[in-house]
């Protein structure tokens, strides 16, 4: 397990809400990122700024008149990536960027509150926390069921409106802690629990909201089986309510299509869905009597045939070549739309010759690319009608329905 040893004696742990704070410059010197610019690191003797860690990302803001685009801590201690150089010894105001922070105690917070409920209600270890700009995800060893996702809800935002004191313990070593708290690491040196009262006591390094009630709403946006667990995704507070908003306009949006309203939209898809069925098997019906027009037109004494669609699908077509191959002595030849570029699906099929042969020496003028055997090919072609009818035509009896050219029904090749 991973060991961390911190002292917790920086400004952004006595005061996570200190957003404005002077300091002196130790240390400045350039380097170059992974793609070549330029980018400045500096080193104070004491900072507001949050570094990258603990699932929970990092502050950003300003020293003086530089950007501070990112913050890590290394083995010498906290480092600032700025867009420009400040003077070492010289005493520079840092200005950290608030709303962020804010956002970022409430979900760290937030995260506190389900964990804790979590494990004290179905018994599980949160093994896994990370936070970004649009959301949070929580990973349990557990698996959670949508009825205890539910129940896990809406117990979190009962303990927010209650705004309990979310409150900092400090000890000198983890052995002082004189009460069960969770922990994803093995800690070393001072151990900072973050408690609150018949919620969590857990071992942390982040910044929190002093109430519960700053949290604001808790609300779940996903919830899926991960690793034999479940991975809960969430969004706290200001970020609630941009969601919120982004599903109340989706549901007004698909109530205006489907003329109804907001709160009867499950009834109205269902019976969307019923009636586009109900169309379905409709036109399935209709296909399987077309396929037999085609079929009954076909000369008795055909050879090969090819037959040209204009909206056909696949089962349909394959439906056709099955039940041309037992009708004809040569070979089928159907071709139809591509469901999703320019050009034509083909399906070429012979119970009595080679469609394989039949392909292979139509392969190079009609561009075929596919593969079967010798009673069946299928693949695609970006030949147009006009190539298609010019190359098969003459060594086939055809029909052709395709809606951009003129057509008398099925009529013998040259």
């Not at 557990?142 to 004191?165: F, G, I």
């Not at 604001?216 to 991960?226: A, E, N, S, V």
Request: glycine residues 8%; aromatic residues 8%; contains cysteine.
């Amino acid at each position: 397990m991973e060991s961390l040893r911190l002292t917790f004696t920086e400004q952004y742990y006595k005061d996570a809400c200190c957003y404005s704070y002077e300091t002196t410059v130790q240390d400045c010197f350039q380097e170059a990122d992974e793609n070549g610019e330029k980018q400045w690191l500096v080193r104070l003797k004491d900072t507001i700024f949050y570094p990258e860690g603990g699932g929970q990302p990092a502050d950003r803001g300003t020293l003086g008149d530089v950007n501070v685009f990112d913050v890590q801590r290394d083995d010498m201690g906290i480092v600032h990536y700025c867009d420009g150089p400040v003077e070492p010894g010289s005493v520079v105001r840092c200005e950290i960027d608030r709303e962020r922070r804010r956002d970022f105690c409430r979900h760290h917070s937030g995260e506190h509150i389900i964990s804790g409920l979590a494990n004290s209600m179905y018994g599980c270890t949160n093994v896994g926390f990370h936070l970004n700009e649009e959301y949070m995800t929580l990973d349990f060893d557990q698996k959670l069921d949508d009825r205890q996702v539910a129940e896990l809800e809406k117990e979190a935002n009962q303990r927010v409106l209650a705004n309990l004191p979310i409150e900092i313990e400090y000890y000198e070593d983890e052995t002082d802690v004189p009460k069960d708290y969770r922990s994803k690491l093995s800690l070393r040196g001072k151990v900072r629990i973050v408690h609150i009262p018949g919620v969590d006591d857990c071992a942390c390094c982040g910044t929190q909201c002093a109430f519960t009630g700053e949290i604001g709403l808790i609300k779940f946006i996903d919830h899926i089986t991960m690793r034999g667990g479940s991975r809960l995704t969430a969004v706290c507070g200001e970020r609630s309510y941009v969601d919120y908003v982004k599903r109340f306009d989706q549901s007004k949006a698909i109530g205006a299509m489907l003329s109804a309203p907001a709160d009867e939209l499950v009834s109205a898809i269902a019976q969307r869905e019923k009636q586009y069925e109900d169309e379905r098997q409709l036109t399935i019906q209709l296909r399987k009597q077309i396929n037999q027009l085609y079929l009954q037109s076909v000369p008795t004494n055909a050879g090969n045939v090819l037959f040209l669609l204009s909206d056909s699908d696949q089962s349909g077509a394959k439906y056709l070549a099955k039940q041309l191959a037992a009708m004809i002595s040569g070979v089928a030849m159907i071709f139809f739309p591509h469901p999703r570029t320019d050009g034509y699906m083909f399906i070429f099929t012979s119970s009595k010759d080679d469609a394989k042969k039949m392909s292979e020496s139509l392969k190079e003028r009609l561009g075929l690319k596919g593969g079967g055997h010798v009673h069946m090919v299928q693949g695609v072609t970006t030949a147009t009608t006009k190539d298609i009818k010019a190359i098969c035509e003459p060594i086939a009896w055809t029909l052709s329905m395709d809606a951009n050219e003129d057509h008398d029904g099925g009529r013998y090749g040259n």
